[in-house]
């Protein structure tokens, strides 16, 4: 990972790096081909790399999306700046940005604000919430 992190032509930044018997294997995301490239290359020079794997996904800046923690994070950003008991609320990022929303809250307005907030995250395109309402949960009317 040092050898990257010195590497110009490399954000290391959203590389990750496994060694296992001599076998390095990079994963992430880098913005060029030319980058996919100089990692491989920075990493296959370091002193008792055997092979390599290079599973860079190449993703240019302006098709750039947040990752599934990228989103995790802003959704629990999100939930706790809108006026709900996020505590209540888990999130699951399904992938892609898909996000399921599951818990308990006590009105349908924070079930609904829940919902708007995590719908406004960049990089969220679809929520299912499934949410419950405390009475409703219950069955009490």
């Given at each position: 990972?040092?050898?990257?992190?010195?590497?110009?032509?490399?954000?290391?930044?959203?590389?990750?790096?496994?060694?296992?018997?001599?076998?390095?294997?990079?994963?992430?995301?880098?913005?060029?081909?030319?980058?996919?490239?100089?990692?491989?290359?920075?990493?296959?020079?370091?002193?008792?790399?055997?092979?390599?794997?290079?599973?860079l996904?190449?993703?240019?800046?302006?098709?750039?999306?947040?990752?599934?923690?990228?989103?995790?994070?802003?959704?629990?950003?999100?939930?706790?700046?809108?006026p709900v008991r996020h505590e209540q609320i888990r999130s699951t990022i399904a992938g892609r940005g898909h996000v399921k929303l599951d818990g308990l809250v006590t009105t349908p307005t924070e079930r609904a604000l829940a919902e708007t907030a995590v719908k406004r995250v960049d990089g969220v395109e679809i929520v299912t919430n499934l949410i419950e309402i405390a009475n409703h949960a219950r069955g009490v009317s």
């Open positions: 990972m040092h050898a990257l992190m010195e590497a110009p032509n490399v954000d290391d930044t959203a590389v990750g790096v496994t060694v296992h018997h001599g076998v390095v294997t990079l994963t992430g995301i880098v913005a060029s081909y030319a980058a996919k490239d100089a990692a491989g290359s920075v990493a296959h020079d370091v002193p008792g790399v055997l092979d390599l794997a290079n599973d996904e190449v993703r240019p800046d302006w098709q750039r999306r947040p990752s599934d923690t990228d989103i995790a994070e802003a959704v629990r950003i999100a939930l706790a700046g809108a």
